[in-house]
């Protein structure tokens, strides 16, 4: 009897390690798989890079005070700005990412906020470019970035990246950053 109770205990014990580690690894698996679709409101958005990835770009001075300058009230519109003859395929891209989010965003909360793209001859003064009710959105390519980062002066906002998928991440930062995507 005492072996038939010892056979059923290694049984249960094999049984519930196994269950243990099944279930370990799908949590890993699901909580490490790339992520690339996000629902905002009721809209599904796709994006072109990894979300959890995207999240490890850096904003400065912080998301919040990025978060803040985008959706602050007096904004009538945004300007993405960029250098032209500079990697314009990529950022062409990367400007129709942003303004499609950005329409959306601003959609949902019943915004009409006037986005336009402009080529600008350099990155140098561009605050003092923009009217007081004007964001810009500066791109800056993977040609002419210094680092992989979000950053903002005043009310502009530099998105940056050194290499192309840098870059990606880094836009894709920028929109987690307006929609609030917190993985």
């Known amino acids: ?3 038939q109770i010892k056979v059923k205990i290694t049984r249960l014990i094999v049984v519930l390690s196994g269950t243990l580690l099944i279930s370990t690894s799908l949590v890993f698996y699901f909580a490490h798989r790339p992520l690339y679709v996000w629902n ?28 803040q300058l985008i959706w602050k009230p007096n904004i009538e519109e945004i300007q993405i700005l960029f250098q032209s003859d500079i990697d314009t395929s990529l950022i062409a891209v990367e400007a129709f990412e942003i303004t499609y989010k950005l ?6 909360v019943h915004r009409d906020v006037k986005i336009s793209a402009k080529e600008i001859s350099s990155f ?5 470019r923009l009217s007081p009710h004007s ?42 950053i307006l929609l609030e995507v917190k993985i």
């Not at 490890?56 to 912080?62: D, E, G, H, T, W």
């Not at 140098?124 to 003092?128: A, H, K, R, V, W």
């Open 40 to 67: 905002y409101k009721g809209e599904t958005l796709q994006f072109r890079a990894d979300l959890r990835q995207a999240d490890k770009v850096p904003a400065y001075p912080n998301e919040s005070a990025v978060y």
């Open 103 to 108: 329409k959306v965003a601003y959609l949902k």
């Open 1 to 3: 009897m005492s072996v």
């Open 124 to 128: 140098g003064n561009i605050s003092e």
């Open 135 to 176: 964001l810009g959105l500066v791109l800056i390519p993977p040609t002419l970035a210094t680092t992989t980062a979000i950053s903002m002066e005043d009310n502009v906002i530099l998105i940056q990246g050194k290499t192309t998928e840098d870059f990606d991440l880094a836009v894709v930062k920028f929109l987690m």
